[in-house]
C-alpha cells in the first residue's frame, strides 16, 4: 500500500482528471477513492487509471470512512467549495482545493475555519504555480534583477472552459455549444464565468509576487453578452499605494495558450524600478529589460525542481517534511487574493471604484 492515499472528491472540474494522473504518476501515492453524485462523470478516470469498482463512491461519508484517505483533492464547482470542505473537515484529511479558492471571501472563511483545529492542511491548487517561466519570473524578481517590481500585467485565458476536457482533450465547438445551457461554469449561482475562474490566478499569483503587498482599491468591468448570464472578458485595476497594476480575463481567446498562444499573449509582465520581464504561459524563457542591458533579452526558464513540479508532488512533499504548504497555494495568501477578486466582482456589479474589502 501507498505512503499517501488520495480521494478524488468531485468531478465538476475537468482539471480532476489531470490531478488524478499526478497521483497515478507519484511514487508514493494511490488512488484510494473518488466520488461523484454521477456515476458517468468518473468513467473515463475509471478506465484511465484503472480504478477497481470498490474504489468509487456516489456517496461522500461513505467514500470517505471507506476508504480512509489521507488527502482530498476537491474538484467541485466554485460555489461549492465551502459545504464540501466543511463535510471533508471532519474525517481528518488535508485537502487540496482545484482553483479558483472559492465563490466568495465568507465562503474562503469558512473553509479555513473547517480545518481549524484539525492538525490538518489546506492547499488551494492554482496550475499556473507549476509553469517554468512564471516561477522563473519569481525567481528574478525575489533576486532583484528588476528592483522593486511595482506593476503586475496579467492577461490570460481560453476559447473557453468546454473546449477541453482532462489532458487538455479537445471539445468540437458543436459539443460546447449544446453543454452550454446545463453546465455550471455558464451558471451564477455555481460561480461561473471567466472573472471567477481566472482572476484568481493573477490576483494569487500577483500577490505572491508582490510578496503579499495588496491594492488599495480596485476598478473591474466585465461584458454583458445577451443570453448569457455571465461574464466572458473581465479587465480589472488595482491601486497599490506604488502603483497600478491590471489583471485581465477572457473566454474566447483566438487559441488556447497551451496549444498556439494568441494575441494578446496569455501571462504575466512585471514592471520594476529598474526593468521589466514578461513571461508568457507554457514559455520556455522569460524576456529580461534591465537598467544596465534595455534591449529585450531572452533568459531560459528554469526546470522546475523534483518535489515542485506539480501540486500534489509539492504537498506531499511538504506534508512528509512536516512543512507548512506556502506560496501561492498558502490559504491565508489565496484569502488575501479572494478579497481582490470579490472587490472586484462587486465594483463590476456597481459599476464604480471600491476599496479593497476586508
Known amino acids: 500500500m501507498a505512503k499517501w492515499r488520495i480521494a478524488g472528491i468531485n468531478f465538476d472540474h475537468m482539471h480532476m482528471g489531470d490531478l488524478l494522473r499526478c497521483v497515478h504518476d507519484h511514487p508514493d501515492a494511490e488512488i484510494a477513492a473518488i ?3 454521477d456515476p ?5 478516470a475509471i478506465e484511465t487509471f484503472g480504478i477497481p469498482e470498490d474504489r468509487v463512491f456516489t456517496d461522500l461519508d461513505e467514500c470517505m470512512k471507506t476508504a480512509k484517505p489521507d ?32 465563490g466568495s471571501v465568507e465562503d474562503a472563511r469558512r473553509m479555513m475555519k473547517a480545518m481549524e483545529g484539525t492538525g490538518k492542511q489546506m492547499a488551494i491548487n492554482w496550475p ?38 482532462a489532458d487538455k482533450v479537445e471539445v468540437t465547438p458543436e459539443e460546447v455549444e449544446r453543454q452550454k445551457p446545463d453546465s455550471w461554469w455558464y451558471k451564477k449561482a455555481s460561480g461561473g464565468g471567466s472573472q471567477l475562474d481566472y482572476l484568481g490566478y493573477g490576483a494569487t499569483l500577483g500577490t505572491w509576487y508582490m510578496d503579499g503587498r495588496v491594492p488599495l482599491e480596485v476598478t473591474s468591468v466585465i461584458d454583458e453578452t445577451p443570453g448569457i448570464e455571465v461574464d466572458q472578458h473581465s479587465i480589472t485595476v488595482c491601486r497599490y499605494e506604488h502603483g497600478l497594476s491590471k489583471m485581465e480575463t477572457r473566454w474566447g481567446t483566438f487559441t488556447d495558450p497551451w496549444a498556439i498562444q494568441p494575441q494578446p499573449t496569455c501571462g504575466f509582465v512585471f514592471v520594476g524600478r529598474d526593468g521589466t520581464i514578461a513571461s508568457a504561459d507554457y514559455a520556455d524563457h522569460v524576456t ?21 513540479r ?13 512543512e507548512d504548504i506556502g ?7 489565496c484569502l488575501d487574493a479572494q478579497r481582490i477578486v470579490d472587490t472586484a466582482v462587486r465594483s463590476a456589479q456597481e459599476k464604480r471604484t471600491l476599496e479593497l474589502l476586508k
Open 327 to 333: 506560496g501561492p497555494l498558502n490559504a491565508a495568501l
Open 71 to 102: 488527502v482530498a483533492i476537491l474538484c467541485a464547482a466554485t460555489a461549492d467549495h465551502a459545504d464540501y470542505v466543511e463535510r471533508l473537515a471532519p474525517h481528518g484529511v488535508h485537502v487540496m482545493v482545484e482553483k479558483p479558492f472559492a
Open 35 to 37: 466520488y461523484d453524485p
Open 128 to 165: 499556473l504555480a507549476w509553469v517554468e517561466s512564471h516561477v522563473t519570473a519569481k525567481r528574478l524578481i525575489d533576486e532583484g534583477t528588476i528592483g522593486e517590481l511595482t506593476e503586475v500585467h496579467f492577461y490570460d485565458g481560453n476559447r473557453g472552459p468546454l473546449y477541453h476536457l
Open 40 to 44: 458517468a462523470r468518473m468513467a473515463n
Open 310 to 322: 506539480n501540486a500534489v508532488e509539492y504537498v506531499l512533499g511538504c506534508l512528509d517534511r512536516g
Open 288 to 308: 529580461v529589460q534591465t537598467r544596465a542591458r534595455p534591449e529585450p533579452t531572452p533568459v531560459p526558464a528554469d526546470p522546475l525542481p523534483e518535489g515542485g
